[in-house]
T-cell receptor
Framework: GAGVSQTPSNKVTEKGKYVELRCDPI?????LYWYRQSLGQGPEFLIY????????DSGLPNDRFFAVRPEGSVSTLKIQRTERGDSAVYLC?????????????FGPGTRLTVL | TQLLEQSPQFLSIQEGENLTVYCNSS?????LQWYRQEPGEGPVLLVT?????EVKKLKRLTFQFGDARKDSSLHITAAQPGDTGLYLC?????????????FGKGTKLSVKP
């Protein structure tokens, strides 16, 4: 399809484990964003990439969270030593270019459950 | 800290009724977007407004950006069950990285047939 895809759709893990969440943006989109959405809340910004570099990682809650985009396309969000409070839907979005009035197109999300 | 307050938080109406949802802030935004999200899916962009006082119409949906670019409203005419969903407003920061969209908590709309 032509939209943003995310894998896995659901991830259940145990407290203390490491997880990786993947995002495939829309082809040709240079900007990629990660958000976290808790139940009953709007999405909360985590990190934004322009090309391969993280342009703004001010939303990452702590150093257990890390994201990469080595070739400027696919991105992986990595969470170390998961905690129950990390349970949420992790959304990825992409936009055509920087300064594009932030018209971001979202994927379906990965629902992470930490037991 | 920039915040977007959405009201009402929940809205349940009958098919055919009109409704308005609001998105308010004390901060100025460079742009304001409205998204609709269904359970198990990501938000889907409905509209972007960028100019103070701008009004955009999308079939039965009318979006307005406040003159001071601090607030916005979404009006739906003759609501249909297919309009059911979570409506989110999101603002782009003036002078920010332009990557950081700030979302409200959303208005959960239920339209009953």
């Amino acid at each position: 399809g032509a939209g943003v895809s995310q894998t896995p759709s659901n991830k259940v893990t145990e407290k203390g484990k490491y997880v990786e969440l993947r995002c495939d943006p829309i082809s040709g989109h240079t900007a990629l964003y990660w958000y976290r959405q808790s139940l009953g809340q709007g999405p909360e910004f985590l990190i934004y990439f322009q090309g391969t570099g993280a342009a703004d990682d001010s939303g990452l809650p702590n150093d257990r969270f890390f994201a990469v985009r080595p070739e400027g396309s696919v991105s992986t969000l990595k969470i170390q030593r998961t905690e129950r409070g990390d349970s949420a839907v992790y959304l990825c979005a992409s936009s055509r270019q920087f300064g594009d009035y932030n018209e971001q197109f979202f994927g379906p999300g990965t629902r992470l459950t930490v037991l | 800290t920039q915040l977007l307050e959405q009201s009402p938080q929940f809205l349940s109406i009958q098919e055919g009724e009109n409704l308005t949802v609001y998105c308010n802030s004390s901060s100025v935004f460079s742009s304001l977007q409205w998204y609709r999200q269904e359970p198990g899916e990501g938000p889907v962009l409905l509209v972007t407004v960028v100019t103070g006082g701008e009004v955009k119409k999308l079939k039965r949906l009318t979006f307005q950006f406040g003159d001071a670019r601090k607030d916005s409203s979404l009006h739906i005419t003759a609501a249909q069950p297919g309009d059911t969903g979570l409506y989110l407003c999101a603002g782009g920061s003036v002078g920010g990285s332009q990557g950081n969209l700030i979302f409200g908590k959303g208005t959960k709309l239920s339209v009953k047939p």
